[in-house]
């Protein structure tokens, strides 16, 4: 019997407790336990029973909650089964979740036996196939959907000796015993675990890792700072209408003024990158798309005049999302700022002719110019002379 | 001598003067010097033309002085409260040739004059023996005092000067002689009364004696003194022809001058000299002043006339018992009314219950605002609806409108015999907090309590009930967002214990 065989219950299956105690709470919210990871046998186990499990009430349970997260996403989507690319994603998160463990950094563990099991985690997580279609992307975004908004409640106590730091655990009753005596103060904060694993170069890899593994949960957060939008890597799944249509509803609820900076942002960078004219030509496309929706959808046709003032307020209290309006006049000129067909319906001309107007006041004509380079370098295309004309 | 008194000068050679707020040498009193009684009395009533004694009276002195030349002249010292009272009283004591001066005690200075506008100062107190020592840019005199003028003293012994012409200025005005004194002599009383009686003059009367003198052979005066209202012009003429009467005007409260004189002095300025409690009558023809001791009592005049009373005129009075007045008991009827009168706004309508599914159809028909105004209540006879501002949107049931304030008949009825408003809701026992209903053919009216009513279309309508639903099952309810929260559970001592990268062999 091997060392890890030992330390393994034998007779007792590993999934349920695992289901119950990490991945129901990762799904559908609530008290993630975390307390150690797993290596190669531990996932050969759980992938074996997920295999074999049949009608597991814990099962069901995070069927539906995924289900329940696809559905904000695509129209009536079946129950996700919990396959080996659930049970990685979920391993990773567990592996870069330990990272942040008080026992991650005790005597006893070794920096080179972490940064072993990083390279392992992020070698499954390589291995899994790039996602193709919305189910799948969806899929696999219901695992992780929670990544982002994923914190941990931290405790310090202090008293008359000291004061002792716990990290996502309860103090001891022994600790705030005699409050009045010991001189006895708590002090409770949340932390975010992005936030702390961008501080930890072997979570970092592994949060990089799970956001290549699931595009789409990468796609609905762009008002992060970092890892920043890596839209060369995106933008292909962009191209697919469901996903477009998904992610702009995402970034239309955050709002135009939060989303506009990151995005123009994520775009020049894609710009500057050489071979990613496809690329380029779809993340414009979606951009202007975006600005075309902030526009149009709305209870009531759009007026002209309130448009603009709308505009002019966004443009000047929202300093990124200036370079959006400029973008959207820029795209213009590359035959990527609107269908083709808008201009047919006179109703919806006037408002975008507005806008554009609007968008030329507020940005001014030599930033649209310098964007527009931009766009050309990004899409290769030359820029025509004869549109100025 | 006498030097110039410089601005913010603080040191002076006076005796008992200083500055006041204008830089004006001011002593505590000013004295002003008069060289015989005419000039005394003169600048007296040209005080009270001006202004009230009151400012001098508090303590106001009139000594009669003797210069070392034996001259007699008379210094009038009061009280200097301020340079602005002392500035007045010298400006009219020069009037009447009079010198004014400032200081205190003994010494007093010359007060100030445009050579100098802030006063003069000695430059040496003079060491003459005598009661006073003036010192004037001319002279510097001393004075000794030979006797005091009380200044009552002056006002009573001032002879009252004749007016010319008829009853003189003070009663050309008819109010100058609402009231009038008629001073009579005691035997002409009952004449004087009954002729005013029989003349309709209001008029009050009372006999005063004047008090016992110290003289052995004179002994107390009476008068007769009646007061009358309005006196006629013919009446006034008459009674100042009459000898042994005088007619009277009040001066303030307590004094009376007789008409056709007029004291030398203002003797409305004089108030503080007389006494409150008693009355002063200045009589001119006899050049007198008659002291009452105090207000007589007035009586009214008639009471005073006697018409000759017997006691065996009649009998003694009949005892009479009380009863209570018999009581008449009139039945109000109501009746139709032709009079045009009769016919009011229809303000009410009793609608049968036979026509309530009527009411309720043309409630749908009217509109909101009209039925805001309506307000009904239910009663054994039907629905009785009020509209305060007319129910012309109800042609149903029998109209009804108002013979008095909440108190309705039917339309076109009437009470026989007419009452008044006031009288009905006498009858009726009130309308406060009710509604009095008259109904043809009932035996008699109806109380409805305010809080029968309500507002029509509400209570027109049917109530609805509104049946509670369930969530149907097929709609899954949205996604709780439900955050999730990282739990760092106990570790084992070696977490990494077991961990491998490759699977069990």
Redesign the interface.
Same mark, same amino acid.
Request: no cysteine; glycine share 4%.
């Given at each position: 019997m091997s060392r890890e065989q030992k330390r393994l219950p034998a007779g007792e299956p590993l999934l349920p407790t695992w289901l119950h105690e990490f991945v129901l709470p990762l799904v559908a919210g609530g008290d993630v336990r975390v307390s150690r990871v797993f290596g190669a046998v531990e996932l050969r186990r759980l992938e074996d029973e997920a295999f074999t499990m049949e009608s597991d009430e814990r099962a069901l349970a995070l069927a539906e909650a995924r289900q329940e997260v696809m559905a904000e996403l695509l129209i009536d989507p079946a129950p996700p089964a919990l396959d080996d690319e659930a049970i990685r994603l979920a391993l990773a998160v567990q592996t870069m979740l330990f990272f942040g463990h008080p026992a991650a950094t005790a005597a006893t563990v070794r920096k080179s036996r972490l940064r072993e099991v990083a390279a392992w985690t992020q070698e499954q997580l390589a291995a899994l196939m790039p996602a193709e279609g919305p189910t799948q992307l969806a899929a696999r975004h219901s695992i992780l959907h929670h990544l982002f908004d994923l914190g941990r409640d931290d405790v310090r106590v202090s008293f008359w000796a000291g004061r002792r730091e716990f990290r996502g655990q309860e103090p001891p009753a022994r600790l705030l015993a005699w409050q009045r005596v010991r001189r006895v103060r708590e002090e409770r904060w949340r932390t975010s675990i992005v936030g702390e694993a961008l501080g930890d170069p072997l979570a970092r890899g592994l949060l990089d890792a799970l956001l290549v593994a699931s595009p789409l949960t990468d796609l609905l957060s762009p008002t992060r700072t970092e890892p920043p939008l890596d839209l060369a890597r995106l933008a292909p799944h962009l191209a697919n209408a469901a996903i477009a249509r998904a992610v702009c509803d995402r970034w239309l609820t955050l709002g135009l003024g939060e989303v506009g900076g990151p995005l123009v942002g994520a775009l020049f960078r894609l710009y500057d990158q050489r071979g990613q004219r496809a690329a380029a030509r779809t993340a414009t496309a979606l951009a202007c798309h975006l600005v075309l929706l902030w526009l149009f959808a709305r209870p009531t046709a759009p007026d002209p005049v309130r448009v603009a003032s709308e505009m002019q307020v966004l443009g000047a209290t929202r300093p990124g999302l200036r370079d959006l309006f400029g973008l959207f006049v820029a795209a213009q000129r590359f035959d990527l700022g609107a269908p083709p067909d808008l201009a047919r319906d006179a109703r919806l001309r006037a408002p975008l002719d507005a806008c554009l107007k609007a968008c030329r006041q507020i940005v001014g004509p030599e930033r649209i110019t310098e964007i527009e380079g931009a766009i050309a370098r990004g899409v290769d295309a030359p820029l025509k002379l004869a549109a100025q004309a | 001598m006498l030097e110039h008194v410089a601005l913010n000068q603080t040191r002076f050679n006076t005796p008992g003067v200083a500055p006041d707020n204008r830089g004006v040498l001011l002593g505590k009193q000013a004295a002003l010097l008069f060289s015989s009684v005419d000039r005394l009395v003169g600048f007296f009533r040209v005080w009270c033309e001006e202004s009230s004694m009151d400012d001098l009276l508090a303590k106001l002195k009139i000594h009669q002085v003797r210069s070392p030349l034996e001259t007699r002249e008379h210094l009038v010292i009061f009280h200097a409260t301020t340079s602005y009272l002392v500035d007045r009283a010298a400006r009219m004591a020069a009037m009447f040739g009079g010198l004014t001066f400032t200081g205190s005690g003994k010494h007093f200075v010359k007060y100030r004059d445009n050579a100098s506008p802030l006063g003069y100062d000695v430059t040496q107190l003079a060491a003459d023996a005598g009661d006073f020592a003036l010192y004037h840019d001319t002279f510097s005199q001393s004075y000794t005092r030979v006797k005091d003028v009380p200044f009552d003293q002056l006002v009573f012994r001032l002879s009252l000067r004749h007016l010319p012409g008829g009853l003189g200025p003070e009663l050309s005005e008819r109010a100058d002689r609402e009231v009038l004194w008629l001073i009579v002599r005691p035997g002409l009383l009952r004449s004087v009364l009954t002729y005013l009686w029989r003349n309709r003059v209001r008029a009050e009367a009372a006999v005063a004696s004047t008090g016992a003198t110290a003289g052995t052979f004179t002994g107390a005066r009476e008068l007769g003194l009646i007061r009358v209202h309005d006196l006629p012009d013919r009446m006034l003429d008459l009674f100042r022809q009459v000898p042994g009467v005088e007619v009277h005007r009040p001066v303030g409260d307590n004094c009376t001058v007789q008409v056709g004189f007029r004291h030398p002095l203002r003797l409305e300025a004089c108030a503080a000299v007389f006494d409150k409690d008693k009355l002063y009558v200045f009589s001119g023809e006899r050049d007198a002043v008659d002291v009452l001791a105090s207000m007589p009592p007035l009586v009214p005049a008639h009471d005073l006339i006697g018409s000759g009373f017997d006691l065996g005129e009649r009998p003694e009075p009949r005892p009479l018992t009380a009863a209570a007045p018999e009581q008449i008991q009139i039945s109000l009827k109501l009746v139709p009314s032709t009079a045009e009168s009769a016919h009011r706004r229809v303000t009410a309508t009793l609608i049968p219950w036979s026509q309530a599914a009527w009411l309720k159809r043309l409630i749908y028909a009217l509109p909101p605002t009209l039925l805001a105004t309506y307000r009904v209540a239910a009663i054994a006879e039907g629905l009785f609806v009020i509209g305060e501002q007319g129910v012309d949107g109800l042609p149903l049931g029998a109209l009804y409108q108002e013979a008095a304030p909440s108190i309705y008949v039917p339309l076109g009825h009437e009470f026989l015999p007419r009452v008044s408003q006031a009288v009905l809701t006498d009858q009726v026992g009130g309308t406060s907090g009710r509604y009095i209903l008259f109904v043809l053919g009932g035996e008699g009216p109806l109380a409805l309590e305010h809080a029968l009513f309500e507002p029509l279309g509400r209570r027109a309508l049917a109530r609805l009930t509104a049946e509670p639903r369930e969530r149907d099952p097929r709609l #899954?309810p949205a996604?709780? !967002? +439900? &955050? !999730?929260?990282?739990?760092?559970? #106990? !570790?084992? !001592? $070696? &977490?990494?214990?077991? $961990? +491998? +990268?490759? #699977?069990?062999?």
């Open positions: - | #899954e996604r709780a !967002a +439900t &955050p !999730a929260t990282v739990v760092n559970e #106990e !570790a084992p !001592a $070696f &977490p990494l214990w077991g $961990f +491998t +990268t490759k #699977e069990s062999t």
